[in-house]
């Protein structure tokens, strides 16, 4: 539906107010990172406006929980930033409430064939580019070397091979963190056993059939054999404590949680590897970060919006991000620089994101994470078995979705 948005830099007589007048534009950029980027994306947005007299940028870090709602609460009041640092299945969602500005021929997008395909696929909707890709990222196995080796305990491969080390690991609160809390990390599970939780093409819930119910089965047969620890709360938190305390010596996690994870544990003690594999194989999912324009802008802001965009997805700027943060470009002739490809978290990760599972990216996709998350605790917490938690979770998804 198409929103009649006060435009945020509008004043009243219509002037960029944004310019504050002396025709400087004022770009408001909004971060979701965690603390440990937040320096390196602060320093980065801040120098689009070195040396310009006609720019300025405003960087607010908003951090992760609630991102999403602020900015679509704020949208329509005219209060939304020039800029939003949004998630892969946010940009439908933002678009089909027409929050973004269409990109496509705009200053934004420079040398889009330079995209990764994957990365570009999630910027568009209804055929229209609505967003800049910024990094691409997928779900892998961290483990602490030096636990492994002293345990005598190969990398695992499976969720049977994990199964096998309890015994090895006896000095340790479990094997591998199972986070229990936020429903993406589900999908590795789903995946392994050839499910997934829906099929956008034929409109059909899949979360309850075999494949679903075995994916549950398999997390449940990791507690129960010790294999694993879990949380049904604050599993961010507990899951990094957990490994930087060495109380457990594996846990599936993403780029974002590298440099921390270096911090708890040793750089030279991390190991990345694919997630463990389930019975029908292995994946895991794409995530990853675009950015957005707002459509509210008057005209001297939302180009100055364009260009910042174009800037923060340069290959110089993506190149410095990768070198600080190991997150992973988001264009191919990154990958070619030096200090990129010689970067052993970008060697393990770019492989695997180029074969991470992509999602659907419709506006629907955005309300299944947390029917699954609030379905599942209750068999993490042994009140519901793997079939009457993925039949409650399908129930909910044909609820929500009015698919087969
Ligand atoms: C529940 C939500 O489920 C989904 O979100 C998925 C997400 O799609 C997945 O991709 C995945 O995100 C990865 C991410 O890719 C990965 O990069 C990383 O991010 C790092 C950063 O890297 C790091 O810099 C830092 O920021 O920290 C970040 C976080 O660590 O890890 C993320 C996973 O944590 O997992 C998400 C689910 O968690 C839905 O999209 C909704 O958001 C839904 N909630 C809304 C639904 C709305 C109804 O329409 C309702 O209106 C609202 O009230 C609710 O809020």
């Known amino acids: 539906a198409a929103l009649a948005l006060t435009a945020t830099a509008c004043g009243s007589d219509g002037d960029d107010a944004g310019s504050g007048g002396d025709g400087k534009v004022t770009v408001t950029y909004w971060d979701t990172s965690n603390e440990t980027e937040a320096k390196v994306f602060r320093a980065v947005a801040e ?8 720019v300025e940028v405003d960087y607010v870090n908003i951090g992760w929980d609630g991102a ?16 939003m640092r949004t998630e892969v299945a946010w940009v439908s969602d ?76 006896e000095g340790l609160e479990a094997p591998f963190y199972l986070r229990g809390d936020d429903a993406y990390w589900f999908l590795p599970y ?6 997934d939780l829906v099929d956008a093409d034929s409109e059909t819930v899949t979360v309850d059939d075999a494949a679903g119910v075995a994916a549950f089965q398999a997390v449940q047969d990791l507690l129960d054999s010790g294999a694993a620890i879990t949380d049904t709360t604050d599993g961010w938190e507990s899951m990094m404590s957990s490994f930087g305390n060495g ?41 990853g970060w675009n950015y957005g324009v707002y459509a509210g802008l008057g005209e001297a802001d939302m180009t100055a919006a364009q260009e910042f965009v174009a800037y923060m997805s340069s290959a110089d700027v993506q190149q410095r991000i990768t070198e600080e943060l190991s997150l992973l470009p988001t264009r191919s ?72």
């Open 47 to 54: 120098e689009f406006a070195e040396g310009r007299d006609d």
């Open 333 to 404: 002739s990154v990958y070619e620089a030096e200090s990129v490809a010689a970067n052993e978290m970008v060697e393990f990760f770019a492989p695997a994101v180029e074969v991470a599972h992509e999602r659907a990216w419709i506006p629907q996709a955005n309300s299944l994470f947390d029917p699954l998350k609030e379905e599942a605790e209750a068999m993490l917490l042994g009140r519901a078995t793997p079939e009457e938690t993925t039949a409650a979770i399908a129930d909910r998804y044909r609820e929500l979705l009015d698919w087969q």
């Open 247 to 287: 109380d457990v010596a594996m846990m599936i996690n993403g780029p974002w949680a590298i440099n921390d994870a270096r911090d708890a544990i040793g750089a030279e003690n991390l190991g990345v590897a694919p997630v463990p594999a389930g019975s029908a194989g292995q994946g895991s999912p794409q995530g």
């Open 190 to 195: 789903l995946y392994g056993e050839g499910g």
């Open 68 to 83: 999403q709602d602020r900015f679509k609460n704020a949208a329509p009041t005219g209060e939304a930033p020039h800029v």
């Open 94 to 169: 933002f678009a089909s409430l027409d929050y973004l500005a269409p990109l496509d021929g705009t200053p934004a997008v420079e040398n889009q064939d330079d995209y990764l395909e994957q990365a570009w696929a999630s910027t568009q909707y209804d055929g229209t580019t609505y967003a800049v890709p910024q990094v691409i990222d997928t779900l892998a196995l961290f483990y602490n070397e030096q636990l492994l080796d002293e345990a005598g305990v190969d990398v695992p491969e499976s969720l049977t091979d994990i199964q096998d080390s309890v015994d090895a690991f």
